[in-house]
């Protein structure tokens, strides 16, 4: 955690704004995009390759779209964790979201949090560091750290985001206070304040918090940020009509908008359209090719209440709002200067388990990158024949913080400190993915 070594960084920033992508579950590389068309029949995944649009690079008929975008796309097919060890959803997407491992001397916070931390808001009317819908079954895994509260994810909430009713809760004065009632009381609160001399950090942290809130009640371009129905129908149709196409989309309204940080995590909700539905993550331990539901009862290997991976509300609705946002980005200009990473928590196992499915797996498993610099059309590290081992350039999530970090010109030679003073080096243990830069 702590560092005496020097970190060696380009600190031009090449990014302004990271989008994450964070598809939470332990998404199968193996049917997605590291197939594996030469393991045994058996373990095999029944979704053959496809050509992408970059001659070489192949990934699997559930991704037909995203082959469209290979060209914008890095591959990083050699993720790991050393030793397998972080396989659990909880540690593992902790892992994720911070580069770090769980459990050290201090709660590191998310990298998202660094970055408010660091680099502040450029958009004065919305936090720095935001999460829609922020809901999952890992959303506890969010950790604000030793930073201060202005630094925490504000998560949008929402159950189905393509609902028309739905909106951010509480994103507005209450009834009965109006805007000229509001000011007076700050007004009164900074009367209040000039008595306070020379306020400690905690205070001032504390009044930073309170003012990036009062932003938000009273700008009305801060509701009007999350609200989707402006949002031409074509382009709401080629993100996708349901929650997750929505969520894509609201990430890049974000991004739009200058929030500096943006994490998506998604599941389809349940519906009647998807009967046994009530867990819509990529958790896949058993019946992982199933046209239908998982099953509803812990009868199996602890896959129920999820779909097959390739029914639509899987991998056909990720498949087609990450292409339309690859694309968007791209038309819009915005890709120049935002780092978009597509990010799981590990892989899946490269053999199947007597119940049909594929179980945790932390030794082999991918993440995509876009945007702000990063060169497309390419493939960095490669996975074992089986897709179980790393057998090129293994990076682990410390690399990813780092890579992020370095992309936003974030000096990791300066630490950041805790409250008591102590110094906490930036990745420590990581080194920026070169193939990115």
């Not at 659990?88 to 001397?105: E, F, I, K, N, R």
């Not at 074509?234 to 989309?249: F, K, N, P, S, V």
């Not at 024949?385 to 690399?399: H, M, S, T, W």
């Not at 003073?421 to 243990?429: I, K, S």
């Amino acid at each position: 955690m702590l560092s005496t070594k020097t970190i060696g960084a380009d600190r031009i920033a090449r990014a302004k704004n990271v989008l994450v992508i964070y598809e939470q579950g332990g998404l199968s590389h193996i049917d997605t995009f590291d197939p594996k068309p030469a393991a045994p029949v058996d373990q095999r995944s029944p979704f053959e390759p496809i050509a992408t649009n970059v001659p070489g690079i192949q990934f699997t008929s559930l991704c037909k779209n995203t082959a469209k975008v290979a060209d914008k796309l890095a591959v990083v097919r050699s993720m790991y964790h050393k030793g397998g060890a972080v396989n659990g959803h909880p540690d593992g997407t902790q892992y994720a979201l911070s580069g770090a491992v769980p459990g050290g001397p201090l709660e590191m916070p998310d990298i998202g949090g660094v970055v408010s931390h660091r680099l502040g808001t450029r958009c004065d009317y919305l936090p720095p560091y935001i999460m829609v819908p922020g809901n999952h079954e890992q959303a506890a895994q969010t950790h604000q750290g030793f930073l201060p509260a202005s630094t925490k994810v504000f998560k949008t909430g929402g159950r189905d985001l393509s609902d028309p009713k739905w909106k951010v809760p509480d994103l507005g004065l209450l009834a009965g206070i109006d805007s000229r009632r509001f000011e007076n009381r700050q007004d009164l609160l900074s009367n209040l304040d000039v008595a306070v001399a020379a306020p400690a950090p905690p205070i001032e942290n504390l009044q930073a918090l309170r003012e990036q809130a009062a932003e938000m009640l009273t700008n009305p371009a801060a509701g009007n940020a999350f609200n989707l129905a402006e949002e031409p129908d074509a382009i709401r149709q080629q993100y996708g009509t349901g929650h997750r196409g929505q969520c894509y989309l609201l990430g890049r309204r974000l991004i739009e908008r200058g929030v500096r940080f943006v994490t998506v995590d998604v599941r389809e909700p349940l519906s009647d359209a998807t009967p046994g539905g009530f867990n819509m993550n990529w958790d896949h331990h058993d019946l992982i090719y199933t046209s239908g539901s998982c099953g509803t009862v812990r009868d199996k290997a602890g896959g129920e209440g999820r779909y097959g991976i390739g029914h639509w509300v899987m991998m056909g609705s990720t498949d087609q709002a990450f292409a339309a946002l690859i694309a968007d980005l791209d038309q819009r200009g915005l890709l120049d200067e935002t780092l978009v990473c597509f990010m799981t928590e590990f892989g899946r196992t490269p053999k199947l388990n007597k119940f049909q499915g594929r179980d945790h797996w932390a030794y082999g498993y991918s993440h995509l990158f876009a945007g702000a610099g990063a060169p497309g059309g390419q493939v960095i590290g490669r996975t074992d024949r089986d897709g179980g081992y790393v057998a090129e350039r293994p990076y682990l999530p410390e690399d990813v913080a780092a890579t992020i970090y370095d992309k936003l010109g974030v000096d990791r030679n300066r630490p950041v400190y805790t409250p008591s003073n102590r110094p906490v080096f930036l990745a420590d243990h990581g080194q920026r993915i070169e193939e990115l830069f």
